[in-house]
């Protein structure tokens, strides 16, 4: 799987809407790109995952750049809820390894 | 309930004892896997299974032993637990095809 690589942290005032890098250069054809974050203490929560066209959700949206190189996970109005722990993992479908974090982006939302 | 479900959340034992951390699944998930969490990095596989009676190593699975012989559960053993295996344990399962992952809550461990 590509490695990816995310800024340690970032703020974000509540009400705006949070921008979350992720840079995957060595990702392959058949690499998906997955979010998940964790909020202190829990296990994991899935938001989101996309191959080459942008995505949406209820939670966020993902943009992935044309050369598949690098993405964004927004999140449109982020509440102190959001503050998390969020990680950028590029993985092939199907893959039984498919899921291999890295350290992952501290998003704090401020008041 | 549905879900899946981790046991016991948290865990004292001494060193060198046998322990067994449980994980239970409701949705007949094909994958499951063992993750550890440590301070300072993130979530580390220690194994993975693809089904019933299939398992298989992930990056750090040196004093772990798994097995699988249903689907819905994933128990997790160190044989004779260290130190050093003190840690935060999450248990995750996902169907596998294009589909998210599930986490349970995580247990606690400390060896003592």
């Known amino acids: ?111 | 309930d549905a879900g899946i479900t981790q046991s016991p959340r948290y865990k004292i034992t001494e060193t060198g004892r046998q322990v067994t951390l449980m994980c239970h699944q409701t949705w007949s998930h094909s994958y499951m896997f063992w993750y550890r969490q440590d301070l300072g990095h993130g979530l580390r596989l220690i194994y993975y299974s693809a089904a019933a009676d299939i398992t298989d190593k992930g990056e750090v699975p040196d004093g772990y032993v798994v097995s699988r012989s249903k689907t819905e559960n994933f128990p997790l053993t160190l044989e004779s637990a260290t130190r050093s295996q003190t840690s935060v344990y999450f248990c995750a399962s996902t169907q596998g095809v294009n589909t998210e992952a599930f986490f349970g809550q995580g247990t606690r461990l400390t060896v003592v």
Request: hydrophobic fraction near 30%.
């Open chain 1, 1 to 111: 799987d590509a490695k990816t690589t995310q800024p340690t942290s970032m703020d974000c005032a509540e009400g705006r809407a949070a921008n979350l890098p992720c840079n995957h250069s060595t990702i392959s054809g058949n690499e998906y790109v997955y979010w998940y974050r964790q909020i202190h203490s829990q296990g994991p929560q899935y938001i989101i995952h996309g191959l080459k066209n942008n995505e949406t959700n209820e939670m966020a949206s993902l943009i992935i750049t044309e050369d598949r190189k690098s993405s964004t996970l927004i999140l449109p109005h982020a509440t102190l809820r959001d503050t998390a722990v969020y990680y950028c993992i590029a993985s092939r479908l199907g893959s039984a390894r498919q899921l291999t974090f890295g350290s992952g982006t501290q998003l704090t939302v401020l008041p």
